[in-house]
Nanobody, 119 residues
Framework: QVQLVESGGGLVQPGGSLGLSCVAS????????MGWYRQAPGKQRELVAT???????TYADSVKGRSTISRDSAKNTVYLQMNSLKSEDTAVYFC?????????????WGQGTQVNVSS
């Protein structure tokens, strides 16, 4: 089994910064693309950013220029640094990863971490 565990959520004021991290653990051979998604109340889950094993990144337009995704492949960890936070960034943030486990490629989700942007 593979588990993704996020950390770093919390309450931050508008204009502030926050860093999230997610560690993949378990029966892992390799971790391919890792990413962050978010879901605000009453809305569908949406992409925030992804990063491939080779380091190529994609960002949602809503966070581009304000966020940076990075990874430490040796630690099976992905990070998301968010700056200039806005109230509309309030959501549950989920980690996602494509993992080779038991010689099969599967997609996994973390349990989510709450980010609240409010004064």
């Amino acid at each position: 089994q593979v588990q993704l565990v996020e950390s770093g959520g919390g309450l931050v004021q508008p204009g502030g910064s926050l860093g999230l991290s997610c560690v993949a653990s378990g029966r892992i051979l390799t971790v391919n693309t890792m990413g962050w998604y978010r879901q605000a109340p009453g809305k569908q889950r949406e992409l925030v950013a992804t990063i491939t094993r080779g380091g190529s990144t994609t960002y949602a337009d809503s966070v581009k220029g304000r966020s940076t995704i990075s990874r430490d492949s040796a630690k099976n960890t992905v990070y998301l640094q968010m700056n200039s936070l806005k109230s509309e960034d309030t959501a549950v943030y989920f980690c996602n990863a494509d993992v080779y486990s038991d010689y099969r490629l599967r997609n996994y989700w973390g349990q989510g971490t709450q980010v609240n942007v409010s004064s």
